[in-house]
């Protein structure tokens, strides 16, 4: 079992900024691929970021890319999603998700490839 907890979202102005953590315990950490995805009012989850066990691979939504970066650091348990120049559209709840990579080709935009949530931290973006 891997236990996944978010923080860092809040209210911020559209342009403004945000750094999202996810602390995992449980398991090796460092074996598991770890993925953002978000979830508007009415929407459906979708994809943001992911990034592979060692951190040389990532992946982004095409929306977000050059302004948000996922990062990890396997010594302290965490990753990361730094989120710049924000918009209104980026309001959401964030959620972080893992699954064990074992080096395979994984669809990392698949909601269905993750087998561990966190419960989530709500992002506002204000106009």
């Known amino acids: 079992q891997v236990q996944l907890v978010e923080s860092g979202g809040g209210l911020v102005q559209a342009g403004g900024s945000l750094r999202l953590s996810c602390a995992a315990s449980?398991?090796?950490?460092?074996?598991?691929?770890m993925g953002w995805f978000r979830q508007a009012p009415g929407k459906e989850r979708e994809f943001v970021a992911a990034?592979?066990?060692?951190?040389?691979?990532?992946y982004y939504k095409d929306s977000v890319k050059g302004r948000f970066t996922i990062s990890r650091d396997n010594a302290k348990n965490m990753v990361y999603l730094q989120m710049n120049s924000l918009k209104p559209e980026d309001t959401a709840v964030y959620s972080c998700?893992?699954?064990?990579?074992?080096?395979?080709?994984?669809?990392?935009?698949?909601?269905?490839?993750?087998?561990?949530w966190g419960q989530g931290t709500q992002v506002t973006v204000s106009s």
């Open positions: 990034i592979r066990w060692s951190g040389g691979v990532t």
């Open positions: 998700a893992a699954f064990e990579d074992l080096g395979y080709r994984y669809n990392f935009y698949y909601t269905g490839s993750y087998n561990y």
């Open positions: 449980g398991r090796t950490f460092s074996n598991y691929a």
